[in-house]
């Protein structure tokens, strides 16, 4: 450990790194979402220190679940491999899985994942698992996005667009609007295109909070 990171060194004498904080709550997140799904109920909860993030996700069960998450319809329950009681899954089981949750993640749920495969994760290589987890968490955060109900919503709007054009829009897209409408209510001229990198420094999410302790907008949560 370096300060809050972990750094590793790879055999061709690079190095990666990752945050606790991002091992911490990938880890809550996917407890939170999975705590009640019988088949994974042999690998949770994930402790939220340490490396157990990287041994839980290694047989492939709870990422095709947690893609699920996303999508109920990305995979089929009955195809993963999931060991009875006492036994284990074989090598070719394992990479059955694994197979199975990364052609939903670049099939249904329409993520990039360029580099990273189920090799990768069967070595539980910690930066690449934790990049393909924040891919996937990222949809299941910005799934759970309800607009209908929020007649604010033609806040957002830009000029010509109707209510029936914003509803059309991604999750994700109406998210980063709401972060530039409160960047510019509080007088900021800064604004995000992504949820990503430009969201990493937290200087629109302090405005974002700031905003929302002292206005009437509570709607999206």
């Known amino acids: 450990l370096v300060g809050d990171k972990a750094v590793l060194e790879t055999a061709g004498g690079g190095k990666h790194q990752y945050s606790v904080e991002e091992v911490y709550t990938f880890a809550s997140v996917v407890n939170n979402c999975l705590e009640k799904d019988e088949d994974c109920q042999d690998h949770l909860p994930i402790k939220t220190s340490g490396d157990d993030i990287f041994h839980v996700f290694a047989d492939g069960i709870v990422l095709c679940k947690l893609c699920m998450v996303v999508d109920p319809e990305c995979i089929d329950r009955r195809a993963i491999n999931i060991p009875k009681a006492g036994q284990n899954l074989n090598a070719y089981q394992i990479g059955e899985n694994l197979k199975l949750a990364f052609s939903a993640c670049k099939g249904s749920l329409g993520l990039k994942i360029v580099g990273v495969g189920p090799p990768d994760f069967i070595k539980k290589v910690p930066h690449l698992i934790l990049g393909v987890l924040w891919r ?37 897209t109406i998210l980063i609007r709401w972060v530039n409408f409160h960047l510019a209510k509080n007088n900021q001229t800064r604004r995000i295109k992504n949820l990503g990198k430009d969201t990493a420094d937290s200087f629109a999410l302090y405005h974002v909070l700031n905003r929302l302790d002292s206005t009437d907008w509570a709607c999206p949560t």
């Open 136 to 172: 996937i968490i990222r949809q299941v955060a910005v799934q759970s996005i309800q607009l209908k109900e929020c007649p604010e919503i033609m806040r957002l709007a830009e000029e010509g667009e109707s209510l029936e054009d914003l509803m059309k829009l991604p999750a994700e």
